[in-house]
C-alpha cells in the first residue's frame, strides 16, 4: 500500500521563469565520452538555451543542497535554464533561500513521507514523469540516492538524459559501525548491501554520472562497477568571501558571550555520528586543551547524536566551554570569529564547510580521511587520525599556540581555495558537464 503524507493536492504547473563567462584558468571538466548512450543531434550549442530539471531529495540544511542552490544563479548566466525539484518538503528547510534566489522548489510531495521511503517511491516515480511530460527538459540531473532512484526508474522510456551526482562515501564501512542506525550493525549492512545492490541494478539507466571528489569516483567504480570513463569529477564551490570587519568580528564573539582573549574552536557540521563531534567534545578535556581558556562552537542542525552530545557536555564538565548553536546560516561571520576550524569527521563527502573555512582564512585541523585527499593536505591543514582525542587536542594546542604555522596554513589554504574551488570555475565546469551529458540519449 502506497503510504504518502496527507495534505493539500499538489498543483501542477509550469515552473517560475529563471552567457558564458570566461573561466578563470582553463580547466577542462574532467571526462572521457559517454558510456552506454547513444549521441543525439549536435543541438546543443554554447548559446542555446537548456532546460535542466534538478532533483534532489528535499532541502534539508545540509552540504549536498546548499552547493546546489549555489550553483543556480551561475547556471541561468551561462544559458542553463534550472528548474528545482524535490522529492518531499521537510520542516527545517532551506525553501526561502530558493525562493530568495529565483527557483522556487516543485514538490512531487508536499510533505514527509508516511512510513518507508520505498513505499511512496512509485508516487515519485508518476510525479516526476508528470513533470517531464510538462517541462520538456533537455536533461535531468539528481543527486542523493532517493532522487536518482526516482530518476532512474522515472525516465524509463524518455529518452531523455540522466546526469547522476554522487556526493558522499555510500558504502565506507564506517556507516556499519552508527549505533543509531534501527537494528544495530548487523542490520545496517543488511540495509546498505539492499542498497547497494539496487544501484547497481540501476547503474545502465544513468547516461553519465558526477563525482564530487577523486575518492568518490573511485569508490563509485569499485562498489557500483561503474566504468571510470563515464564519471566525471566537478569539485563543490564557494564565492569568494568578503573581508569581515574587525568590528564584525568581536561583534559576533560579544553576542555569544565570548571575550577578546578566548580562543574559538568551530565545526560546521549535523549533529550525526559522521561528523564524530563526540571525539572533538573528548579532546578539550585532554591535557593539551584542559585548562586552556578555548569555546568550541558546534554549527549545525539537531540529529541522532544530539542528546549523546548533551550528555557528554555535562559528563566532562563542559558546559562553559562548549556552545551547540543548532543550525546557523551566518558561517561566514562565525568563521570570522574564530581561531580554528575542526573537522573530526568519520567519513565524508565534499566537506563544504572546509572550502568556507579555507576561503576565510581560519586555520584548519582535519581527519585524515581518503576521501579528503584532493581537497586538503598537509600544505594547508594539520590532519589527525579519526577517533583520537588526544591527537585532536594535540594538534589543536599546537595550532593555537604556532602563529607563523598558522599563517603558514591559511596562505597556502587560500592558494588552493582560488585554484580549484572559486564558485564561478565550478558553475562554467557543471554548465559544460550540462552539455556535453545533453548531447547523448538515455541508455
Known sequence: MLLVHKSSPIRWG??????????????????????????????HSQTDKLKVLIVIDSLLPGGAERSLLSILPGLAERQIEPKLVCLKRVPVNLENR???LGYPPHYLLDGEVGGKWYFTLPYWIRRLRQCVREERPALVH?????????????????????????????????????????????LSALKLGAILSLNRLTTGLVTRFHAVTPAIKAETTRHLGVPPE?????????????????????????????APETKVLLNVGRQEYQKGQLYLLRALAEEPLRDQDIKLLV?????????????????????????????????????AASDAFILPSLFEGAAGALLEAMSARVPM?????????????????????????????????????DQALSATLTEEGLRIFNDNFLLEQIVAEMAMLYRETAKYQAP
Open 230 to 258: 563515464k564519471i566525471s569529477v566537478v569539485f563543490r564551490g564557494r564565492k569568494r568571501p568578503k573581508q569581515i570587519p574587525e568590528e564584525r568580528r568581536k561583534a559576533v564573539r560579544k553576542s555569544l558571550g565570548i
Open 98 to 100: 530558493a525562493i530568495e
Open 14 to 43: 509550469r515552473f517560475r521563469e529563471a552567457g558564458q563567462i570566461p573561466l578563470s584558468r582553463q580547466k577542462q571538466v574532467r571526462h572521457r565520452g559517454c558510456v552506454n548512450a547513444r549521441p543525439m543531434n549536435a543541438a
Open 142 to 186: 539528481s543527486t542523493l540516492f532517493q532522487a536518482s532512484l526516482t530518476s532512474r526508474l522515472g525516465l524509463m522510456g524518455t529518452r531523455v538524459p540522466h546526469l547522476s551526482s554522487v556526493v558522499n562515501m555510500d558504502y565506507s564501512p564506517e556507516r556499519n559501525q552508527d549505533p543509531n542506525i534501527k537494528g544495530g550493525s548487523y
Open 299 to 335: 554549527a549545525g542542525r539537531q540529529g541522532a547524536i544530539s542528546a549523546e552530545l548533551e550528555e557528554e557536555i555535562q559528563r566532562l564538565n563542559l558546559g562553559e566551554k562548549v556552545h551547540l548553536l543548532g543550525h546557523r546560516d551566518d558561517i561566514p561571520e562565525l568563521l
Open 365 to 401: 585541523i582535519v581527519s585524515a580521511l581518503p576521501e579528503l585527499k584532493g581537497l586538503v593536505d598537509e600544505r594547508c591543514a594539520l590532519t589527525v587520525p579519526t577517533r583520537s582525542p588526544k591527537s585532536i587536542a594535540i594538534a589543536t594546542a599546537r595550532l593555537l599556540d
